[in-house]
């Protein structure tokens, strides 16, 4: 396990346990497969809220791993928190850069999006109100989610074209936002993760890099983001946040960020799980309606 890429994921299914009231109140599905890429079937993990008629708001985990390791199972624990809160919660897997390239990792998300308003109906979802929360290689994920359109070549061929793979949220938790420099993250990034997921240097291939990251492609009209870093983070620099922020400011976006003092890449539970209690109000001020 990379410390970076696992540990967020692994501290939730510690601790947001602890503020789980009853397993009673939510309803789990397995296994269910969203896209097929090749002969990879993509599946995710699907918890509600077991009363009520909905529609009710969504919200996608992406995982963290430098975009080479972990699964949708991490992020379980957060899936059910949200569902406890009236949301229908996906955790979702992605084509990993063991064996495929960017964009394919993007591409998957999109098609996780698509599947969850092909299916609103059957899950009871407001396919108006979607939104996505990234750890890590999955917070660049997310960040990408929010900021490209199907104008920007990333809708792969998952399925349900007729769908959008827009979202309307968007948290990041320590997530890189501009690949295309190389001032603002761990050595390991660049000789390796990065490295496995463009497929060549960032010398080789700069327009892949800058295309990569989601600073690349702010424009107007994205969704509310919300930005969790913590401000010692020595493998994602929080500058990746506050860039990123800056731009989506300056073009007009609805934009906030916790920098959470004294943190590195690694949080403190307690630190993380506070945070993460302030994602779910986040969503809840821009996914639910208002009464």
């Known amino acids: 396990m990379t410390r970076f890429g696992l540990s967020i994921p692994l501290v939730l299914m510690l601790l947001l346990g602890a503020a789980e009231p009853s397993q009673a109140e939510t309803q789990t599905e397995k296994g269910l497969t969203f896209a097929k890429a090749g002969k990879v079937e993509l599946k995710l993990d699907l918890v509600m809220p077991k009363q009520g008629d909905g529609p009710f708001p969504a919200v996608m985990v992406v995982h963290g791993g430098g975009w080479s390791a972990g699964d949708r199972g991490q992020g379980l624990k957060f899936a ?154 020595k493998i994602v620099h929080v500058t990746q946040s506050r860039v990123m922020a800056a731009k989506l400011k300056a073009a007009g976006g609805v934009v906030e960020v916790l920098e959470l003092e004294g943190e590195d890449h690694l949080m403190k539970p307690a630190t993380l799980v506070e945070a993460l209690t302030k994602a779910r109000s986040f969503f809840d001020d821009h996914l639910k309606k208002k009464q």
């Open 80 to 233: 059910e928190f949200q569902a406890q809160a009236g949301y229908v919660a996906v955790t979702i897997d992605y084509r990993l850069t063991t064996d495929h390239r960017f964009p394919a990792q993007i591409e998957d998300c999109k098609a996780a999006v698509r599947w969850l308003r092909a299916n609103a109906k059957k899950y009871k979802v407001d396919p108006e109100r979607i939104g996505v929360i990234g750890f890590s290689a999955g917070g660049h994920l997310a960040c990408l989610l929010g900021t490209t359109t199907k104008a920007d070549g990333f809708d792969g061929d998952g399925g349900n074209a007729e769908q959008s793979s827009a979202v309307q949220a968007v948290v990041s938790v320590a997530g890189p936002t501009d690949l295309s420099t190389d001032d603002w993250f761990a050595e390991k990034w660049k000789t390796g993760m990065l490295l496995a997921l463009i497929g060549d240097t960032r010398k080789r291939k700069p327009d892949l890099y800058k295309r990569a990251s989601p600073i690349s492609s702010v424009k107007r009209g994205a969704p509310p983001f919300f930005f969790i870093h913590g401000n010692t983070d």
